[in-house]
């Protein structure tokens, strides 16, 4: 069974199925429920026999189209709760796996108070929650009190430690529930002693489905293809398009047994080598680079990821950066070699123009992701003593900064893409006049909260360095681009990358 029945789902998950099942290996295929976006299930799913079009952009324009009918259901969580629990009921059931977004798992909000909602379902109960996450729970818990077997809950989404995340808030509700007294004897024991929350690592460029791609889909005869975008933002059509490199790394920890999903391309491995592919990843050979593109790529203009790495202060600057300041921190997670990953990020997938991604999508919630993706390296700098001789990590975060002064660099306005700290720090940016020169002083108390570097740039020896290239950034018309091209070209020039 699957939440969570997105673009990544439908292009990922679904797919691993389906090979299973074309080489005769499974039998069944993977029921999938919304709990959120119930749109989804009636627009996406049901009108189309649950079947799905993927569409892989191939680096050579090739469109390789595959039609996935592993799907053997689609639920919607408010009408059809009673299948749902009836399928937790089922011995046989092994697997829930979910891709519900890193917001799905948190049960509170930006006050870190817990959501009105989920405060009154564990005050109501397992019988009668309302909300995504407590009505899990209460389906455990039904698991446990009938066929009482075990089975695993694999979160696939995009966030460090996934799995210890569905954890926590599995056990807050639990917790919430027990002093209740709404649990009944042995409730609590089972979800302990027999739910695993294995950890994993997914990995695949799945952007939104592109008119580009519905237009080729079309004069091949395909009928009805047109994305749309739900009433919850969803952006989703009867297709999927995505890149054809894939990786997902799952912890080996499955109580009732598993598919025979490496037959299948996935990866089973230890925890800690799940953690450490995951970081080489996130904080080293993809996301990073991908953050940069990012902001200068808004900054600079482009609208396209892939038409970014045909600029050679771009290329230089992720080239660069990857080399000299990633790769000497990296660990070596031993099943994916950083070095030929990076090598396949940089000249293979970032630059493959059939793939429709924006700088503008990874864009969003920066404020969010520099901890992880910067802050992690530079924490291991500082520790080697080596962090005040980075320059492009901080070049990036005064870039940032500069982008949020919604100004492009020809001096034209943009819009910011969302990110929850927008509305708190975009005012103060916004208010120093172009060609300013700040101090530190000015920009604080942000370059001090760690929440958003994740390391302490004084400590770092980084923080005047971000303030001056900031200030250069700041100059005026064509200043990104200048400064951009100045420390790109200046770096590490003696040093083969
Ligand atoms: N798109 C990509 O390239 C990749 C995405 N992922 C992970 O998968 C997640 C989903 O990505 P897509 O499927 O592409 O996004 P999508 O926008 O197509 O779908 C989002 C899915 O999350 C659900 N959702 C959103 N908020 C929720 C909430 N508060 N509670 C429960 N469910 C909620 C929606 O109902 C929908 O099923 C990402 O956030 C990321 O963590 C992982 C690797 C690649
Ligand atoms: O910056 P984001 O929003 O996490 O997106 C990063 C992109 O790269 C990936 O990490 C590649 O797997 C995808 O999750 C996503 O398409």
Known sequence: MHFGTGNIFRAFPAVLCQTLLNQGLTETGIVCCEGYDEEII????????????????????????????SVTESLALSTDEDRVREIFKTPSLQMVSFTITEKGYSLRGADRELLPAIRNDLERGPEHCTMFLPRLVSYCLTRGKTCGKPLALVSMDNCSHNGEKLKLAVFEILDAWK??????????EYVQNHISFPWSMIDKITPRPHESVQRALEADGWEDMAPFVTSKNTYIAPFVNAEKPQYLVIEDDFPNG????????VMFTSRETVNAVEKMKVCTCLNPLHTSLAVFGCLLGYQSIAAEMKDEDLVGLTEKMSAHEGL??????????????????LKERFPNPFIPDTPQRIATDTSQKLSIRFGEDIKL????????????????????????KGVDDQGNAFACSSDPLLNKLQPGMQAIAEGAVVSAEDLEPTLSDLRIWGADLQAAGLKERVVQYFNEFNAGPGAVRQTLHKYVT??????PS
Not at 328 to 345: C, K, N, S
Not at 490 to 495: G, L, S, T
Request: hydrophobic share 45%; glycine share 6%; net charge negative.
């Open 42 to 69: 009636t627009r996406c799913m049901r009108p189309f026999d649950n079947l799905s079009l993927i569409v892989t952009l191939c680096a050579n324009e090739k469109m390789e189209k595959e039609l996935v009918a």
């Open 179 to 188: 002093e209740k007294g709404y649990l009944e004897e042995g409730a609590y």
């Open 258 to 265: 598993r598919p025979c999903l490496e037959k299948a391309g």
């Open 328 to 345: 000497p921190v990296v660990v070596d997670p031993g099943i994916i070699d950083p070095r030929a990953f990076l090598q396949e990020v």
């Open 381 to 404: 700098h500082l520790a080697r003593g080596t962090a005040h001789s980075l320059v492009l990590m901080p070049l990036v975060f005064a870039g940032w900064l500069r982008y949020l």
């Open 490 to 495: 200046a770096c590490y020039p003696n040093e």
